[in-house]
């Protein structure tokens, strides 16, 4: 198996390393790996295009500070390579009327006529035993009943961010992205323009729950 062991300071580029060191200088593995997962799962979710890139989505996504769970994983992958962690991918086919019942009336209906997505969360190998790791829900949607991971103890399975329906494992990042493309180049140009709507909706009544969790509303 090919290992994110490999990932060393040249590999990253400054900013990103810069957030590397302010997130895990002076801590322990232990408290280091918590503290990456916690700090990327904060950043708020939001469904963009042109994070995809395993190398360049991560970057992006720090230097807007919002993403989804692609950049999300990619990003936890590299950090927990610079920590000596193997990462492999995993990837979950799911719909997004499962993740969105019971919530948001206008995105909900628009969820109900998407074709089925994919889902990427990480499995760390962590002590002796593969860890499974979702970082995709920020802790600002907890009021909103997204199934956010509060805290990690740093050595147990986290939740899944979705209800799947199958599960892909990738053992690198190349070849998730390469999987991924896969998977999603066989949409109908209805089925984008459906998702791409979808995507614009949800960040936007994203951004609103954020905000009325933020005043106590």
């Known amino acids: 198996m090919t290992s994110t ?10 900013p990103l390393f810069e957030k590397y ?3 895990t200088e002076g801590l322990s593995e232990k408290k280091a790996r918590i503290r990456v997962f916690e700090n990327i799962r904060d950043i708020p979710y939001a469904a963009l295009p042109g994070l995809f890139d395993p190398v360049k989505g991560p970057e992006k996504m720090i230097a807007g500070n919002k993403g989804f769970c692609s950049p999300k994983h990619y990003l936890l992958g590299r950090m927990f390579g610079m920590l000596g962690i193997e990462v492999r991918y995993h990837v979950y086919a799911f719909l997004w009327r499962d993740v ?15 074709p089925i997505t994919y889902h990427m969360a990480c499995k760390a190998f962590v002590g002796s035993g593969w860890v499974l790791l979702d970082a995709t829900w920020d802790k600002a949607l907890s ?16 939740g899944l961010a979705v209800e799947p329906l199958e599960e892909f494992v990738n053992n690198t990042a190349g070849e998730n992205e390469k999987f991924l493309k896969g998977r999603t180049g066989v949409y109908s140009l209805s089925e984008k323009k459906k998702l791409a709507r979808f995507s614009l909706e949800l960040n936007k009544w994203l951004e609103e729950s954020r905000g009325q969790s933020v005043n106590g509303i």
Do not use: C, I
């Open 100 to 114: 969105l019942a019971g919530r948001n009336n206008t995105v909900g209906a628009l969820s109900a006529a998407l």
């Open 5 to 14: 062991k490999a990932y060393k300071q040249e590999d990253v580029n400054v």
């Open 21 to 23: 060191k302010e997130w």
């Open 143 to 158: 009021k909103t009943g997204f199934p956010v991971n509060l805290v990690w103890d740093g050595v147990s399975d986290t």
